[in-house]
C-alpha cells in the first residue's frame, strides 16, 4: 500500500471514463486506452475508470490502474442515483479485470448490500488485499472510512449527495469552483492522504488543492470528454447560459 501511495504522491490521476449511454463517442473501452495512454505521455500518475475500461486500459500503461464501477439503483442512469463499487461483486469484477485498487462508495446514504461500511472495507482487506478509496461527500463520512481502514479517501462526492455542502447537478457547466474547504478539513480531522476530486478543472486549481492538503488530484471530463470541453469553451466564447 504504501508503494502505491508513493506513485502517486503530488500527482494528476487521469478518470478515463465516459459512460457511453450519455457519450457514444468516446464510451469505448479501446478509445478510453488510447485516452490514457495520451495522458499518461503528458504526465499523469495514474488511471482511474469504469469496470468496462480497465482490462483494455492495463494492456495499454503501465501505471497503477484504479477500478471502480457505478450501479444504479434499479438501472436508472437518468436520477444520478447510483453507488461507486457498492458490494463485493464489483469489487471482484474489478480486481478479476486487473485493476491495482479501487474506489468504493463511502457515503452514509443506503447501500446495496446488508454490510456497513466498516464491515465492507475490512472484508475486502481480508478477503482481498487491495488498495482502497473510499469515495465520500462529507468530511464526516471522510474520517469514519479513513478510521474504518480506506488506505485514501477521496472527496469525489462531495456537492453531490442532497445532505452535503451546496449540493449540484451532476454534469453542470460550467463548472463550479472546487470543495477546497472540505480538504484543509479532512486533513484538520486526521485523514492522512486525500485524493482530491470533483470540479478540478485546471493546473492552478490542482496546485490550490495540493496546497489544501491533498495527497494526489483526479480530474477527469475536462480532460477525457471533449464534448464538454468544446460546450465549454463555447459558453464562454459568447456567453452562453
Known sequence: MEQM???LKGGLIVSCYAGYDFNKEMGMPQTMACMAQSCIAGGAKAIRTNWEN???I???VEVPVIG????????DMVTGDFRITPTLKEVEELLE??????AIDGTIRERYDDQTLEAFIHTIKKEFSTFIIAD???VEEGVAAWNYGADMV?????GYTPYSKNPLPFGQLPSPEPDYEIIHDLRAAGVKHIVAEGRITNGVKMRKALEAGAHSVVIGTSITEPRKIVKTILMD???IV
Open 5 to 7: 501511495l508513493e506513485k
Open 54 to 56: 480497465v482490462a483494455a
Open 58 to 60: 492495463k494492456k495499454a
Open 68 to 75: 471502480i464501477k457505478k450501479v444504479y439503483r434499479s438501472g
Open 97 to 102: 479485470a486487473g485493476a491495482d485498487g479501487i
Open 136 to 138: 465520500i461527500s462529507t
Open 154 to 158: 477521496g472527496t469525489t462526492l462531495s
Open 237 to 239: 466564447a459568447f456567453d
